[in-house]
Every structure is written in C-alpha cells, then in structure tokens.
C-alpha cells in the first residue's frame, strides 16, 4: 500500500521560512507526478506546486512563483517544498500527493496523498 508522510510544518512569522518534507513508500514516487496541494479552512484544496519524478520539471501556483520551491532526492524517496518569503495568506495544511499525469494542477488527478502538515504564518 502507498504511504506518503508529510513533515516539517509550523508556526513562523511573516517573512519566515520552512522546508516541508514528503517521504514515500510503496513505490509512490513510480509516479510521474508530485505535487503539494494546501486547504485553508472554508476552502477548497488547492494546487500549490509540483514536481515530474523523473525529468524533475516543476510547476508553480502563480502566488508562488520566486517564493517556494519543490524538489526531489531520489535517493531518500522524498519531495521537498521549500517555503521562503512566507506570508499569512499561505497558512493552511498543505498536503503531498502522487499521480500518473504531468503535468497536473487539480487534485482529483491524484492517486495518493498524505496525511498533511499544519503551516501557520503570523502577521
């Protein structure tokens, strides 16, 4: 079974910083895509950033761009999304999931998910 575990959450303020990690078993990663997606209460899941496994091509939610950054090291079967510049408005779970399309952007695309980790951004 697919088991994607997510880490490195917190609280930080404005202009802070954090590295979110998503480690994988079960052969997660033999997909195509990895993304992080995050859920601010009241609102939808929403695409953040995602990275191909293979090419390591990324793509980015426009907020985002020079901001936050994904990545991957094979070697430890795990996803980073590098958080810089953070702001109040990206405080939300952000959640790690893997799936088959690249590039993909809607989270119904996605196969597998994490449990999530809470990011809080003070003001």
């Known amino acids: 079974q697919v088991h994607l575990v997510e880490s490195g959450g917190g609280l930080v303020q404005a202009g802070g910083s954090l590295r979110l990690s998503c480690a994988a078993s079960g052969r997660a990663f033999s997909s195509h895509a990895v993304g992080w997606f995050h859920q601010a209460p009241g609102d939808e899941r929403e695409f953040v950033a995602a990275?191909?496994?293979?090419?390591?091509?990324?793509v980015y939610v426009d907020s985002v761009k020079g901001r936050f950054t994904i990545s991957r090291d094979s070697a430890k079967s795990t996803v980073y999304l590098q958080m810089n510049s953070l702001k109040p408005e990206d405080t939300a779970i952000y959640y790690c999931a893997a799936g088959v399309q690249w590039p993909s952007y809607l989270a119904y695309e996605y196969h597998y998910w994490g449990q999530g980790t809470q990011v809080t951004v003070s003001s």
């Open positions: 990275i191909s496994w293979n090419s390591e091509d990324t």
